[in-house]
Nanobody, 122 residues
Framework: VQLQASGGGLVQPGGSLRVSCVAS????????MGWFRQAPGREREWLAAIRWGTGGTYYADAVKGRFTISRSSAKNTVYLQMNSLESEDTATYYC????????????????WGQGTQVTVSS
């Protein structure tokens, strides 16, 4: 499975942005899709995950209530809707697949997209 992330860009503080990740190849109901981000000089941070089969969602405390993960099975795509963006949200955002179930550990994800840059600035 190859993952292609898109939708990043420049947004003002308080604004919204939706990033997308298209998977080429089949995703199975046992798979979990996750979103991570990484800012310069910082470790990769898990943000959210969604079970491909059930659609169950899980969030890091840092983004709960502001970010929403969703999926379209028909389009083989996972989304991350980001609201009330802050300068601290500036980072490269990555989507990834875990074949081993729900996890916030990047090592449990075996397929990664190339990342899309999100910059929050006035």
């Amino acid at each position: 499975v190859q993952l292609q992330a898109s939708g990043g860009g420049l947004v003002q503080p308080g604004g919204s942005l939706r990033v997308s990740c298209v998977a080429s190849g089949r995703l199975y109901s046992s798979h979990v899709m996750g979103w991570f981000r990484q800012a310069p000089g910082r470790e990769r941070e898990w943000l959210a995950a969604i079970r491909w089969g059930t659609g169950g969602t899980y969030y890091a405390d840092a983004v709960k209530g502001r970010f929403t993960i969703s999926r379209s099975s028909a389009k083989n795509t996972v989304y991350l809707q980001m609201n009330s963006l802050e300068s601290e949200d500036t980072a490269t955002y990555y989507c990834a697949r875990s074949p081993r179930g729900l996890s916030n550990n990047p090592l449990e994800y075996d397929n990664w997209g190339q990342g899309t840059q999100v910059t929050v600035s006035s």
